[in-house]
């Protein structure tokens, strides 16, 4: 069965770049959307469509996706980024989230 | 602007159906897929399944043998029963618009549902 694999945490320091990557079988063929959330709060979504963003999300959020890998890039990293972020993926016909990475601003 | 509201019983017993409803208000239930996702305390997402305003359905393989979505366009509604459960299905379940390529853009807030005798 088709599955997504994240590391499970990353850190960065506060105005440095993070990347959590997202690796699938030929997820490159596929669109990747990612999500943050925070404790106690639903999902946002933060990119679709490997690398476009929703209405209201900041530039710093950016995405790109190929081969087995997609990646999301958050440039000047704040401390209000700090979150649990899933990658998703469609597989034919159902959904995958990946198991989620705590980003840690540290 | 979009929300949606899940609403159902807090607590079901083990074995028995669990049943939740999401509401949809400040846009129409019309042209779009709703899914719905679950999340264990301190877990991952999980996705449950999904249906269309035209009552096609597509379901997580996991749980397919078990679950069960309807929608009732009228009252911009539509809903989860998960049979058989045990305390393994006990998580926060989310409602969602799901836009197949433009992935799920509006969530509910969630609702805790506990299975336990």
């Known amino acids: 069965s088709f599955e997504l694999t994240q590391p499970p945490s990353v850190s960065v320091s506060p105005g440095q770049t993070a990347t959590i990557t997202c690796s699938g079988h030929k997820l490159g063929n596929k669109y990747a959307s990612w999500y943050q959330q925070k404790p106690g709060q639903s999902p946002v979504l933060v990119i679709f469509q490997d690398t476009k963003r929703p209405s209201g999300i900041p530039e710093r959020f950016s995405g790109s996706n190929s081969g087995n890998t997609a990646s999301l890039t958050i440039s000047g990293t704040q401390a209000m980024d700090e979150a649990d972020y899933y990658c998703?993926?469609?597989?034919?016909?159902?959904?995958?989230f990946g198991g989620g990475t705590k980003l840690t601003v540290l | 602007q979009v929300q949606l509201q899940e609403s159902g019983p807090g607590l079901v017993k083990p074995s028995e159906t669990l049943s939740l409803t999401c509401t949809v208000s400040g846009g129409s239930i019309n042209g779009y897929y709703w899914s719905w996702i679950r999340q264990p305390a301190g877990k991952g997402l999980e996705w449950i399944g999904r249906i269309s305003t035209s009552e096609s359905t597509n379901y997580n393989p996991s749980l397919k043998s078990r679950v069960n979505m309807s929608i009732d366009t009228s009252k911009n509604q539509f809903s989860l029963k998960l049979s058989s459960v045990t305390a393994a299905d006990t998580a926060v379940y989310y409602c969602?618009?799901?836009?197949?390529?433009?992935?799920?853009?509006?969530w509910g807030r969630g609702t805790l549902v506990t299975v336990s005798s």
């Open positions: 969602a618009r799901d836009r197949g390529g433009r992935s799920f853009d509006f």
């Open positions: 998703q993926s469609w597989d034919s016909t159902f959904w995958v």
